[in-house]
């Protein structure tokens, strides 16, 4: 089977402004072409846009305005994961023979559908994602007597991190304690215990191995895959664990065939603090049922191994762009070029998106 | 490369009434399972929903509420041809080898995106896609003194056809003096030369060689495809081609090996008349530019070669399920289980499906 692998990327800068969905996801297209040695509009064969923005044929929309005549073109939406959706199915494309070189595209506007669920009445009056935060976070406290404090090193670290992010929604130095005095929203959450809801666009290249040098001496390979949507998850299992993103993992491990302890560096969707804990237990990247010792020391010796960009607490949440945006920043990181947040020695790195109270969970493995 | 084909299939029938959304993708997705043998939801590794309803996390939602917990599940959205393009994506999981067995399942409400352009300002004041359709009308008459009862042919015949499908829209008779007497819609137009917006549903199951004799003795492959953005073609492109149909269907053939003189059946996007007399002479399936003489021939001796289900203008056209539900015509037909529809001696078939105004094309070759 070919390898398939990063070969370049490009961002907007997240934040509040109500940009229109066109004009981010061209704005990160412009700033991919303008990084990707010899890329030209007509070496791509697939245009791919991940959002969930309601706006239609917006991955012919960018070809046109991008000038570029793809093969394959459509939009793909799955909620918080949309952009993970997205490379995954550029990579089945590339290697399934069909095409070799795809640009994935995500974006969202701040207030776009995702960021209240309006329509999901499956969840009963439970229709904003806090209300699943705070569940999770309840549980979570319950089962592992977990602090207040001990959530909100998360939120420190991850905001901390994001300081060195050109692109992040935040760039204030939050100190535990305004995080443990920001705005109560439930019994649970503070309002710094959540992400940030904002506008951002994001964009990767993909593509096979036989083409990719031509675009980049370093590229960065995805050897692992793993993706599960668990749905009923939320009712049937345990609140204090998340299962798709267990099944998810264990895939990705096997298909790149490797363990959690090579793991030098992870993106992990960090929806609200307690998402972080649990994931780090989940993806087997902490001892079990460790998770705040782990992250506690993470924050204390200030080592990026988690959330280097800032997480979404940090960087923010567009939600079509997040998965490329965790991708973006574990090539960078592979590839030595993450200036200030550089993690020493990274070889392999892992993202993990997740969506709608961890009933859907995708897992990558990236490798230099 | 492993050979993909078609395992099953299922339908609602396409009708005016306003049925939810999730109603439609169950319900044809209720009919997939029942119509075949031995599947079970544990054998399906990915749900790919193709829709242009703005409601989100549909494939999730489906897998929950048929008790599905596929690794991979998404929506697709790219207009008319959303179909079709989920059915691509889920052949190349396929063959990347992420998957083993995917359902898609389409569907569109009456009165859903699609049917109006109202944010497609690229066009400026022609916002719905009876203005392309009466361009592409005025032109094609210009061009070769097309007559208004040359049109009104493929509007009967394709009402005649739909006739025999029981899931079809339309089960009326229109002759060519109905047609030609009714409703002027525009200069060019009678609303009987227009597809019917309406709701519908429609299934398939997509499996590898490896595994799809369990659910069937007479798998249909996918041999070939092509596809195309072509967004300029509207604006640089003589009007009376569709350029996008003409670079799809070139690597359809040449993917499959096959020439277009070797069709025995075909699913034309006859989203309005002029368009079927387009595409088959695109498609390569009439002499040159002696499309219309090609349908009256057809209608004449009540041949169903193009279109025996009824096409869009006769069967309806609910988006997010026509590429979907032209496929299943073919595979019916290839299999020789299409009953009234029935075509004699059918081993290769042909689907071609486009969006907005063709600037994207599908083309498929299907073989038994």
Redesign the interface.
Known sequence: ?KKIGVAGYGSTKFSKHETPIEELLVESTKQLFETTPNLSQDLIDG?LVST?D????L???L??MNGI???????????CS?GT?AV??A???I????ADVILVTGGDVIGN??QVLE??N?RGQFNHPIYWGSMFTKAYKRKFNTTEEELAIVSAKNHRQAIDNPNSYSHEPYTISQILNSKIITDDLRMLDCSYPCSGGSSILLASEDVIKKFTDTPIWISG????????SFTKNDLTMLSSTVY?SN?AYKMSNITPSQIDVAEIHDAFSVCELMAVNDLGLSDKDSATEFVRNLFNTENRKINPRGGLIGAGHPLGATGISQIIEVTQQLQNCAQKRQIDNTQKGLVHNM??AA??STVLILES
Not at 54 to 57: A, E, I, L, V
Not at 95 to 98: F, N, Q, V
Request: proline share 4%; hydrophobic share 30%; no cysteine.
């Open positions: 089977m245009v969930n309601n706006s239609k044929y991955a012919a929309i070809s046109e005549k793809p093969k394959i073109s459509h939009t793909i939406e799955h909620l949309s959706n995954i199915s990579f089945s494309y290697r399934s023979g069909l559908p995702g329509w999901d499956s895959i793993g993706q599960k949507t668990n749905s009923a998810a895939d969506s709608a009933t859907s």
